[in-house]
T-cell receptor, first 110, second 115 residues
Framework: QKEVEQDPGPLSVPEGAIVSLNCTYSNSAFQYFMWYRQYSRKGPELLMYTYSSGNKEDGRFTAQVDKSSKYISLFIRDSQPSDSATYLCAMSTTGNQFYFGTGTSLTVIP | KAGVTQTPRYLIKTRGQQVTLSCSPISGHRSVSWYQQTPGQGLQFLFEYFSETQRNKGNFPGRFSGRQFSNSRSEMNVSTLELGDSALYLC??????????????FGDGTRLSIL
């Protein structure tokens, strides 16, 4: 079983829709949770960084962590064509390496 | 502030050759990690260096090695290249070692193709 599971999609939504991206994990020791956005031919770009459980909002993006269910989510409101990219979740424990999901490919159709 | 810089961006090699990839972290960042990204496996952790010392290592064969210099720049070497080594190699830097309260910031990677 992989440490982090992420549905690869692809996910296709109309412009303006609310997008929900999710990851599940198996290691209950994970405390730090991140979402990265990766455009084609570019490196991953950090979007959200959260510690432990709860919600964090930044503009149109909201990250949620549910440690009891070992489940994290990224919501994108009012999605734009420029949001079309691959979204990667990542997580770690204190003092150890990051574990990444395989990424979800998102296309926002104008 | 300049981001993480990786060189070269693209590289074509043949089986059996060796290759060296370079990474310059964000100024002030002392931790550098290397990842291999492939469509099927996603990002696979190779190793992390902090203060010129390897701190963590992933499950890759000994053909994959790295080092870090006193200015925090890092190099990764792959010897006896195999077809399966074709991938995007990403470097990420952070202020302090990974797993703390500092996230990693990535470069745009080196695309390595093995013929």
């Amino acid at each position: 079983q992989k440490e982090v599971e992420q549905d690869p999609g692809p996910l296709s939504v109309p412009e303006g829709a609310i997008v929900s991206l999710n990851c599940t994990y198996s290691n209950s020791a994970f405390q730090y949770f991140m979402w990265y956005r990766q455009y084609s031919r570019k490196g991953p770009e950090l979007l959200m960084y959260t510690y432990s459980s709860g919600n964090k909002e930044d503009g149109r993006f909201t990250a949620q962590v549910d440690k009891s269910s070992k489940y994290i989510s990224l919501f994108i409101r009012d999605s734009q064509p420029s949001d079309s990219a691959t979204y990667l979740c990542a997580m770690s424990t204190t003092g150890n390496q990051f574990y990444f999901g395989t990424g979800t490919s998102l296309t926002v159709i104008p | 502030k300049a981001g993480v810089t990786q060189t070269p961006r693209y590289l074509i090699k043949t089986r059996g050759q060796q290759v060296t990839l370079s990474c310059s972290p964000i100024s002030g960042h002392r931790s550098v990690s290397w990842y291999q990204q492939t469509p099927g496996q996603g990002l696979q952790f190779l190793f992390e260096y902090f203060s010129e010392t390897q701190r963590n290592k992933g499950n890759f064969p000994g053909r994959f090695s790295g080092r870090q210099f006193s200015n925090s720049r890092s190099e990764m070497n792959v010897s006896t290249l195999e077809l399966g080594d074709s991938a995007l190699y990403l470097c990420a830097s952070s202020l302090i070692p990974t797993g703390g309260d500092q996230p990693q910031h990535f470069g745009d990677g080196t695309r390595l193709s093995i013929l």
